[in-house]
Structure formats: structure tokens, C-alpha cells
Nanobody, 122 residues
Framework: QLQASGGGLVQAGGSLRLSCAAS????????MGWFRQAPGKEREFVAAISWVIGVTYYADSVKGRFTISRDNAKNTVYLQMNSLKPEDTAVYYCAERRDVGPVQNEVGYDYWGQGTLVTVSS
């Protein structure tokens, strides 16, 4: 089970940190990822991190502004979002993938959190 938190309302240029706590087994996790879905748009990949080694992956739209990290002891993954823009407004979902595969593809993820809303005002 994944529990996402940390969303809220922030002005453009501001920062937020999202958290995703995983309960249950994580030793078979390949990657943890963050996706987002803006109103009227399809869900898109934001970032991912391999659970064991910590390799990170980012969408081009967030590179240099967002940082994904994990705390294995706490079974938690974070998404630090800086220099936020109005176009970052979306519901953000964390997800867990157990099989090796393209981390940007949401189809391969096995478990999803409930989503947390991020609203960036201009």
C-alpha cells in the first residue's frame, strides 16, 4: 500500500516536497516512481528512482527543478519540487514497479498511491 502526501497550494517559483510511504514488502521493489495528471490531460511520467541502487530518472520538463530521493529504512520516497510553475499543477501519484522495464511507462507499475493535489498559482 502506498500513501502519498505533501500536496498543496503554492505560488509560482515556490517549493513543495511530496512523500510516499510504502507499507508492506519493499525488498522486491525495482523502482518507485512519480506520475502526474493535469486536468483534461493524460497521466505522465515525472521521475523514478531504483530502490536498491538509487539511480534516478526524470522527465525533461522537470529536470533541474525536481529531485527524487528515497529512504530505504523508512520505505519512503520523496519528490522535492522547486521553481514550481503553473503547468506543474496536477494530481501527483506515486507508484511501485517490481519488474525490470521502462520506468517511464506507467503500464508496468504494480501498485499506486491515491494521489495528492499540487496547485501552482501564477
Amino acid at each position: 500500500q502506498l500513501q502519498a502526501s505533501g500536496g498543496g497550494l503554492v505560488q509560482a517559483g515556490g517549493s513543495l516536497r511530496l512523500s510516499c510511504a510504502a507499507s508492506g514488502r519493499t525488498f522486491s521493489t525495482y523502482v518507485m516512481g512519480w506520475f502526474r495528471q493535469a486536468p483534461g490531460k493524460e497521466r505522465e511520467f515525472v521521475a523514478a528512482i531504483s530502490w536498491v541502487i538509487g539511480v534516478t530518472y526524470y522527465a525533461d520538463s522537470v529536470k533541474g527543478r525536481f529531485t527524487i530521493s528515497r529512504d530505504n529504512a523508512k520505505n519512503t520516497v520523496y519528490l522535492q519540487m522547486n521553481s514550481l510553475k503553473p503547468e506543474d499543477t496536477a494530481v501527483y501519484y506515486c507508484a511501485e514497479r517490481r519488474d525490470v522495464g521502462p520506468v517511464q511507462n506507467e503500464v508496468g507499475y504494480d501498485y499506486w498511491g491515491q494521489g495528492t493535489l499540487v496547485t501552482v498559482s501564477s
